[in-house]
């Protein structure tokens, strides 16, 4: 194959980044926009000698799982959707399947073990309008008109689009003040490559228990000119109870500053998982689909098998958010988390709903866990510490290999690992499974419908010796 070469090709599978996979006579094609299922034409823009990239030019053949009409208008050119065009049950089998393929192909698992842990994924009745948080970038088109959106897949160009179908309804209002606000009083965008103008990013962040909005503008600047002018319009929208601005005056592709700063009302909004109530800031971790978040977190409880004797340790465990879920059905729960702002939020839920049986360490795990291990050891005559159920839920790229080693000394009886990385689950189950854990349950959660992630919640005991 070489670059301008035309070709037809079916579609057979998903990638990373949600462009369809086909093969032609062993040549893999990676080609945007395609489907499973689609037979399409496709010109070739980046051949390398095994694979290649190509443009998608025309639906030959339309998958049979294609949605005629999908919900929203710039699916195609936005980054954020990257497979809305693809009926939602067909999206839900294809994220089991990446589950299953990675565990399988990275992580060594037989597939007799996973035929009996595989339990079906979990879907959502109505996929769209799920997300409690949006960030939206803020910029100036060709005509000089400040605009607001997301950006196209793998740039930072923002497409214009205030009504994003996986968002709360209240944001299009949002932004629509925010801008008027902006070009009222001639308050500039910020301009990426010259790193300049003033208003980088909108974050909202939506209760959807509680009702109660955040907005959060993230600026390049110490001050938000007419700042208290913003703050009194958005303070009219019902359930808007903090407004505040974010300093970030880095050349950064990361959203927030470090420093937030009040505008009106509170630093923060609640919101209920459960019958837990959370404390979220503008910095605070929080799972962006609640319903599914609730589910998410029901089969981490389940498959933790609490009776009320057991210690659990919550690793990575942010503003507290799965140590309070799980507090109720636990003798003791011990979060550990790196994020000091994290911990004293994870604290302050705590006290908040009267739970008293969590205690927060602030620290790396892998150095948290040795140290109270030996004060446990010295307490106890010699004894050594055994923990009963640890609970992970790292970012993307999994659990430091140093941290799996300690959690192995610990000898738990039970592993919950909460993923949204099937690849690293894969490669940390594998290690493991080798220190003497095996796979007993694996769970699929559509935490993100119509995006190639997906989150999953897998069990492993500990093997008799």
């Given at each position: ?129 799920y997300r409690n ?210 911990v004293r939020d ?42 009963d159920v640890v ?75």
């Amino acid at each position: 194959m070489q670059k301008n070469d035309v070709v037809t090709v079916k579609i057979e599978d998903i990638g990373n980044s949600g462009e369809g996979i086909g093969k032609i006579d062993g040549y893999t094609l990676f080609i945007k926009d395609s489907i499973i299922g689609d037979v399409v034409e496709a010109r070739i823009m980046k051949a390398k000698k095994n694979y290649a990239y190509a443009k998608l030019l025309n639906v030959v053949t339309p998958s049979e799982y294609r949605v005629e009409h999908p919900a929203c208008q710039v699916v195609r050119s936005c980054g954020g959707c990257q497979i809305q065009e693809m009926e939602y049950g067909r999206q839900l089998q294809f994220k089991e399947d990446k589950v299953r393929e990675n565990l399988m192909r990275i992580g060594g698992i037989p597939r007799e073990i996973l035929s009996g842990a595989m339990e079906p994924v979990v879907g959502m009745e109505e996929p769209f309008a799920y997300r409690n948080k949006a960030q939206f970038p803020i910029g100036t088109d060709r005509n000089g008109r400040i605009v607001a959106g997301f950006y196209a897949g793998r740039t930072h160009s923002i497409i214009p689009n205030r009504k994003c179908a996986l968002g709360v309804e209240v944001n299009e209002r949002i932004l629509g003040i925010v801008i008027d606000f902006m070009e009222e009083y001639r308050i500039s965008s910020y301009d990426e490559g010259e790193h300049r103008g003033l208003v980088r990013h909108v974050l909202i962040r939506y209760g959807f228990q509680t009702k109660e909005i955040m907005v959060c503008l993230v600026i390049n600047g110490e001050e938000l000119p007419h700042g208290e002018v913003l703050a009194q319009r958005l303070s009219a929208i019902e359930g808007m109870t903090s407004v505040t601005f974010s300093v970030n005056r880095e050349r950064t592709n990361v959203i927030m500053g470090d420093v937030i700063r009040p505008l009106w009302g509170q630093m923060y909004i609640t919101d209920r998982i459960g019958d837990v109530k959370y404390q979220i800031s503008p910095l605070s971790f929080y799972q962006v689909n609640p319903v599914q978040t609730e589910n998410l977190y029901g089969i981490a409880l389940e498959y933790a098998g609490l009776t009320g004797t057991e210690t659990v340790w919550d690793l990575y465990c942010g503003i507290g958010t799965i140590s309070l879920f799980l507090a109720g059905k636990a003798k003791q729960v011990y979060g550990v988390e790196v994020v000091p702002q994290a911990v004293r939020d994870a604290r302050n839920n705590a006290g908040m709903n009267g739970i008293r049986n969590v205690e927060f360490f602030e620290g790396k795990a892998e150095k948290v866990l040795p140290e109270f291990g030996r004060r446990y050891e010295e307490e106890h005559g010699g004894e050594r510490y055994h923990a009963d159920v640890v609970v992970v839920d790292p970012p993307r790229k999994g659990c430091d290999e140093g941290l799996l080693g300690t959690i192995v000394e610990m000898g738990a009886e039970r592993i919950v690992y909460v993923s949204c990385d099937p690849a690293t689950l894969a490669r940390d189950l594998k290690f493991l499974r080798g220190e003497g854990y095996e796979v007993e349950r694996v769970r699929a959660v559509d935490q993100f419908p119509h995006t190639v992630h997906v989150e999953t919640v897998c069990l492993l005991s500990k093997k008799a010796q």
